[in-house]
């Protein structure tokens, strides 16, 4: 299923008309005298159903359209709101609100709207209809009253659709198209102008279809027979037969090729994929299940099992052209459940190695707790996920500071930048046809059996320093994660070194992909920044642009999008713009995209959607001297940190942020459940920011996505992001951080919220939307000390 | 530059709703000054505080069983029997105005640039020069079907008082539970349910000592203002559109320039929802309502001089303050227009901040693409990596989310 949306709001005043223009181009409608029309408002909302169906909403303000289709489709136009007059072949006549217009065969017809109008329009092709009408319509525009009769329930059905065209997904378009075109072809059947039949008169044409009508209704049942059809209808059979006859058909033909056909679009639909083959096609009237597989190959060319299998095969094309994130839906995440991982034993072997000691000032600057060090290398970081099943790469107590180094997984978009030079970096990234460093890359399934781009799928793509297990952390308590430092890593290649460099990528995932504005459109676009230090502190500038061309990774696969973590972006193949975003410099905030423990629900989650226990929080203020509060959700609670980000807006629109490797300063403390009450954090359950200035309380759409969506969560997620439920859960979380933390009562913490608390979006492109609260610590007493 | 002065009264009121049809208040030229005083519409539920003793304010909440000064309120209809009186609440807000701008006509610009605020002192002799505010946590806020105290649901006043001695903030006074409210024509308001009703404070219990310590920074600002769309006569203040009105971004404040298309000859500018501070949200429903006096000042952009300027095609309003450039996002960028005869009913059934969110976006990158003539992939880079959007609130049912971008960005 493809769907579009348009609004005369992206463009400014003088670009509208031609915009509206264009978008009407696409639904066949032209708007011939609006030209030089100011203040244009349109808006259009379209998706096509697998079968080839439009429909789409329209809305715009007094103008004339004129609709002429090429002669394959069928046009259908329901008159939802406003003043309409219909014009065709010199007459005119006005529309009710409610009103079924509808063109065949390429039929000219114009609507004339006084005032603003709201429509739905919905293009049949003649195909999608198929045999249910004998007789091909005529070329001739008609009207169906929406006010009585089966118009009446035509129209209501269409209307329903209009007022939900934004939220139907696949499973709910099926029935609906099919619907839609049962009612199209009684509407056509019914109505005397049809075209006629060689041999019959226009009267025994129009018989006939209303006859083949009633006989649809009955294709279940396996008695239906010429007899008893007559005998309804009040005709002897030899006047049927000869009806049948003249259509060059016969009664038994007829049934036999609906009766197939009803079978056929049942094998098609997902919501049946279930059903046996024998139970379809009993459901419509075969009692032999090898007489229809006979005639069900004869017809269409190959057995209806193999033909099932193909269109599932086409729909999970579908599947892979949407471009969805995470498991597809419609396949049972669980149920495809990745092994279990092998223990890291690598890691385990040199643990002690990897995660040195350090001495001297610095530890002396952390207290009392040790200081150790965690690079960045393929044997201390996991890619794309979290799992409790990770076998620590260092072991810390409450107290103990770790330097941690993380990158970012979009390094590879400039090897020369972010890479070369890099032993760490270059442990992590490497990838040549004989060796893949790091393997698994995200939480699909490692023989990428769903999409093929790799093992792991690249269902979460972010690396991921870690895990560090804390000492005696369990189930219930709080770690606290404090930012005391952090420095961009700097590049390690000669012809560089010393400087910073990140990358922003404008991907499929962004909040603005499907409605780009300018050619060539879809498309990705990367710009490579660079980090320096101007007279006001750290910005970026940005060094050049380029737009993704399908990369082929070491294995062979191609990448036509950003759908795999680390595929090496070959620059022959790239052409780069210099001078973009000349005199834009902004001003840093580095700050980590993912700092979160392992989950409990599954054994390995996507590290794409964040969630209770922290992860893809994408919140620009866990920066230098921020406080993050985790809560622990398996044994040791297992920190990673990763997807390191010079800069970042609230929303991360376009899907991500200035991706720039960092290394950080991070004193871990554990606070027990039991130490808890009485303090600001009891009852924290959700990941709390603290800065200087502000306690930060993070919403989600989903507050736990694994728990609340249960088996599917790793599909669904991806499918039900939304604001309004972040917005939710935000409130509810900063209510209760305000009842409990402040001591507030119910009604003083609600109007605190909407006189003094600020409310934020975090990010709309991690599959579990954010929203956040912001409490200033100045509202209270305690925090103006 | 004239500067002229604009109080309230009955004659410069309207109330609930913006209009062409209204006799503007005032008429001025671009580039001339006025002062004009706003009241809250909530000063009712503290008569004593916010009303008694000053006479701008008594002129208009007068209310008697023989005569209310300002009989309409909102947008709905004013011939009877009401369910809750004249023009029904649809649309609460008191606004000052219209001022109408010579020579203004549509497809020009208006620029509104506020200058000052300041808060309206009380006049009552046991609370003389101190300034006082209202908050509802109403039917109409995000919270209400959602609330886990009981009594389930209900709506509750918190009466704070504005401190100006040092840095200026609010402090909570008293607050109480919403009871039933018997106005002065006998109707009976269950809930707030219509503008200016008189609060009988035998028949609430008042709360003392909340919110103790708590000290909210002030943020003066007017929560609706804008001009009058040509749509239709008579619309309903609350829902915020494209030629403004309300918005409540606590942004509009001291410093804001507002720029807003013009939609009907004269412009038809009004202010009122004066807001001592609210959060981004808005999330009760309102913010400490407080009246306000503002000094504004009028620049008429004429549609042929803003070719070339970062005016040029606009249709929605957008604010300039020294830091940054807003625009904002709704759910309907037009409701008016996209929902069409009933859509200052409907317009409440369709809140969603997934759409505004969308529109914001949209508005964004149009000014990113026009004003700094960015092509789209670095707009959307840009918003990307430095554009801030907020939640400007959830209880105006058409709910707005703001784009904000830094001038510092621009060098």
Known sequence: MTSWSFTTESYPDHRRLEAWRDALGKLSIEAPDAAGARDVFATAQAMESPLGIVFAQI????????????????WLALHCEGQAVLREAGRSSPIAVGDLVYGTAGAPAELLFATSFRQLLVRVPRAAIGARLVAPPAPRVGRLSGRSGLGRVFAQLLASIADTIDTLDADAIRPIEVAVAEFLSVSLAGDRDVGTLMGATATQTATLNRICQKIEARLGDPDLALASVAEQEGVSMRYLQKLFEAAGSSFGEHVRQRRLERCRLDLMNPLYARDSITTICFRWGFNDAAGF??????????????????????????????????????????????????????????????????????????????WHHLPATDKTVHWGYFSRSLRPVLHVESGDIVTIETLTQHAYDDHERMIKGDPGAESVFHWTRQRKNID???????????????????????????????????????????????????????????????????????????????????????????????????????????????????FGVVHSTIDYPGVPVDHATIDKQFGVLKEVEIPVRPHFGVIGLAPREIEIVDSIPPTSSGGNIDNWRAGKGARLYLPVAVPGGLLSVGDPHASQGDSELCGTAIECSLTGDFQLILHRRQELAGTKLEDVNYPLLETADEWVVQGFSHANYLAELGERAQSE??????????????????????????????????????????????????????????????????GRR | ???????????????????????????????????????????????????????????????????????????????????????????????????????????????????????????????????????????????????????????????????????????????YVW????????????????????????????????????????????????????????????????????????????????????????????????????????????????????????????????????????????????????????TFPNYLAALGPNAQIEVAQHASLDKAMRDAFRKLRRFLMTVHRLSEDEAIALMSVAADFGVTQVVDANWGVHGSIRKSVFT
């Open chain 2, 1 to 175: 530059m004239r500067h002229h002065t604009l109080p309230v009264s009955p004659a410069t009121v309207h109330w609930g709703y913006f209009s062409k049809a209204v006799a503007p208040a005032l008429t001025l030229r671009s580039g001339d000054r006025a002062t004009i005083e706003t009241l809250t519409h909530h000063a009712g539920d503290d008569y004593e505080r916010m009303i008694a003793g000053d006479p701008g304010a008594e002129s208009i909440f007068r209310w008697t069983r023989e005569h209310k000064a300002v009989a309409r309120r909102g947008a709905g209809p004013t011939e009877g029997p009401f369910r809750r009186g004249s023009g029904e609440g649809i649309g609460v807000h008191l606004l000052t105005g219209p001022v109408a701008v010579e020579e203004a006509e549509p497809g020009d610009v208006l620029e509104v640039r506020i200058l000052d605020v300041r808060p309206r002192p009380s006049r009552h002799a046991s609370h003389a020069g101190r300034c006082f505010g209202s908050n509802a946590a109403a039917s109409w806020g995000f919270h209400y079907h959602d609330l886990i105290e009981e009594p389930k649901p209900r709506e509750v006043v918190t009466i704070f008082e504005l401190d100006t001695s040092d840095e200026p903030c609010a402090r909570a006074v008293y607050n």
């Open chain 2, 179 to 330: 009871t039933p409210q018997t106005d002065p024509d006998g109707v009976v308001h269950p809930t707030i349910d219509y503008p200016g009703v008189p609060v009988d404070h035998r028949s609430v219990r008042r709360r003392e000592n909340i919110l103790r310590n708590v000290k909210v920074p002030a943020r003066l600002h007017f929560g609706t203002m804008g001009l009058a769309p040509a749509e239709a006569d008579f619309v309903s203040s609350i829902p915020p559109g494209y030629t403004g009105g309300n918005i409540d971004d606590w942004r509009i404040g001291k410093g804001a320039r507002m720029y807003y298309p013009v939609a009907v000859a004269g412009g038809y500018f009004s202010v009122g929802d004066p807001h001592a501070a609210q959060g981004d949200s808005e999330l009760g429903g309102t913010a400490i309502e407080a009246s306000l006096t503002g000094e504004f000042e009028f620049v008429l952009h004429k549609r042929r001089a803003l070719g070339g300027t970062p005016l040029e095609g606009l249709t929605h309003p957008l604010l300039e303050t020294d830091q940054q450039w807003s625009v904002y996002g709704f």
């Open chain 1, 293 to 370: 597989s006979r005639a069900f190959s004869e017809r269409f060319g190959e057995p209806p099992r193999r033909y099932r299998r193909k269109i599932a095969g086409t729909i999970s094309e579908g599947v892979r052209l949407q471009l969805a994130r995470g498991w597809p839906l419609g396949l049972d995440g669980r149920a495809k459940a990745p092994r279990p991982l092998a223990p890291a034993a690598q890691a385990d072997a040199s643990r002690g190695l990897l995660a040195r000691v350090a001495s001297g000032a610095a530890a002396r600057a952390a207290g009392d707790g040790r």
């Open chain 1, 59 to 74: 809305a715009s303000g007094p103008q004339r359209l004129s609709y002429s289709d090429d002669p394959g489709i069928i």
């Open chain 1, 440 to 554: 698994r890359r995200g939480a699909g399934p490692i023989d990428a059996s769903i999409y093929g781009r790799g093992a792991g799928e690249g269902f979460g793509v972010h690396i991921c320093t870690g895990p560090i297990a804390i000492k005696d952390a369990m189930p219930g308590d709080l770690i606290e994660v404090r930012i005391l430092d952090l420095h961009p890593r700097p590049c390690a290649n000669e012809s560089f070194a010393g400087r910073t460099f990140g990358s922003n990528a404008a991907a499929w995932w962004g909040f603005h992909y499907k409605e780009l504005l300018t050619e060539p459109r879809p498309r990705e676009v990367v710009t490579i920044y660079e980090i320096g230090r101007a007279l006001d502190g750290e910005i970026a500038r940005a060094v050049y642009s380029f737009r993704w061309t399908p990369q082929t990774d070491p």
């Open chain 1, 717 to 782: 997620v991806y499918d039900k992001s939304s604001l309004d439920l972040a917005m939710k859960d935000a409130f509810r979380k900063a209510r209760r951080f305000l009842m409990t933390a402040e001591r507030l009562s119910e009604d003083e913490a609600i109007s605190l919220l909407s006189v003094a608390v600020d409310f934020g979006v975090t990010q709309v492109v991690d599959g579990n939307w954010g929203v956040h609260g912001v409490i200033r610590k100045r509202l209270f007493a305690d």
